[in-house]
């Protein structure tokens, strides 16, 4: 055989090996217990022979109960973790979870009553390590048998039938259902925002929650996200309830949380909603004691995107930032591993700050929208990585950023 069609067989084989792979059912259901405070849960494999082990992170003792495999074989290496050895053919892992997590503030940001729950997939599934044989493609379902009375669930993955969710994170081999999940009595909104992306607001029906009031708030606002942030989202859920649940937002890769008490916009022109749907599309983590980056964008963003689309005039804009700089007057650091209020407030200024230095140094060819996109393609963010794409960006040292502030 001629030299060239061998390099380009072998580029091909090289290039696509999933083609050839093995597609294996992972199926997780789901049955709540109201009367017990805890959900059952069955996870089924079409064939535990492509599987040599999943070794799972069971964090808080006690939390994960009851353990059975059912083909293969379970090991409690100790009260944190577990390894489940499947074995060939049907395979299959029972154990229950204990649903209500309580912070220190008191608020839950996971809760089961007679009628409803709400909590994150990553509860239900505990992180894993997975290890399986190569050649191998797990096709992951997630399906919820609910009690007596409830009447649906949603979650931020595409339904493919009743009660029923595809899971696929191409960020992860083993595919787990992430995200924020309520079922029971629940009411739901649902619309088309932006070109790609089905929004359902869904919540307990009593718990105060203006479906139609974020309904209407993120249409609005929608194109001015798109237009930043690159991520299309074929789905976004938010869920949201009442006391005693906790009093702000909580995001994921695909939903978000908000209190039901919490207003769209806040009395200092802030955004509480538009700040957890930034983490969602934007997906930046920080390291090296750098929250202020991901906290501080996900807040100048909430007031920029709202300036953007109408919603702050020239002079409310001005107000909201005068009111940043009165709260984060005494902040000498931004460095922290987790940012406060002060911090974030005093970030946000900063950042607006480089995106004005951006501009000017670029001649508007680039702003903080650029330095936010590249941002988003590293796993974890630096403050040392913020500086340096800024530089690359205005062609030389900033001002702004050689402060005080960042060392």
């Not at 493919?160 to 992430?178: A, C, K, S, T, Y």
Request: proline share 5%; charged share 30%; with cysteine.
């Amino acid at each position: 055989m001629p030299l060239v069609p061998v390099v380009c067989l072998l580029l091909t084989l090289l290039c696509a090996p999933l083609a050839w792979a093995k597609n294996v059912d992972l199926d997780y259901r789901v049955r709540f217990l109201p009367q017990d405070g805890q959900a059952e849960v069955l996870i089924r494999l079409e064939d535990g022979g492509v599987v040599r082990r999943l070794t799972f992170d069971l964090g808080e003792e006690g939390r994960y109960q009851d353990f059975q495999a059912k083909g293969g074989a379970w090991e409690h290496e100790s009260p944190t973790r577990g390894i489940w050895t499947p074995a060939s053919g049907k395979a299959e892992l029972r154990y229950r979870v204990t649903i209500d997590s309580q912070r220190n503030s008191g608020r839950f940001d996971a809760r089961m009553t007679e009628d409803w729950v709400l909590l994150r997939g990553d509860d239900l599934i505990p992180p894993a390590h997975l290890d399986q044989k190569d050649g191998t493609r797990l096709i992951a379902r997630l399906s919820f048998d609910l009690p007596k009375g409830w009447k649906s669930v949603e979650t931020g993955w595409p339904r493919v039938g009743p009660n029923r969710f595809r899971i696929d994170n191409p960020e992860r081999l083993f595919d787990r259902p992430v995200g924020w999940i309520v079922a029971g009595r629940i009411g739901s909104r649902r619309t088309k925002i932006g070109e790609h992306t089905t929004l359902t607001v869904s919540a307990p029906i009593g718990e105060g929650m203006r479906r139609m009031d974020i309904t209407t708030f993120l249409t609005f606002v929608w194109p001015q996200v798109e237009a930043v942030f690159p991520r299309q989202l074929d789905k976004l859920l938010i869920v949201g309830a009442g006391d005693p649940m906790w009093r702000g937002g909580l995001s994921a890769s695909n939903s978000l949380f908000m209190h039901s008490d919490r207003p769209l916009v806040s009395e200092n022109g802030t955004s509480s909603l538009l700040h957890e749907v930034v983490h969602v599309v934007s997906r930046i983590r920080d390291t090296e004691r750098s929250d202020w980056i991901s906290e501080g964008l996900a807040e100048y963003y909430a007031i920029e995107l709202l300036r953007r689309s109408g919603g702050l005039s020239p002079d409310r804009h001005a107000k909201v930032l005068d009111r940043l700089r009165s709260w984060s007057k005494d902040v000498t650091s931004l460095r922290t591993e987790f940012s406060t209020g002060p911090v974030t407030a005093r970030a946000v200024l900063l950042l607006n700050d480089l995106d004005t230095e951006l501009r000017r140094r670029s001649d508007g060819q680039h702003s903080l929208d650029d330095l936010t996109r590249a941002l988003m393609r590293l796993e974890k963010v630096s403050t040392a990585d913020l500086v340096e794409i800024s530089e690359n960006l205005m062609g030389g040292p900033s001002r702004v950023l050689d402060t005080r502030l960042l060392r």
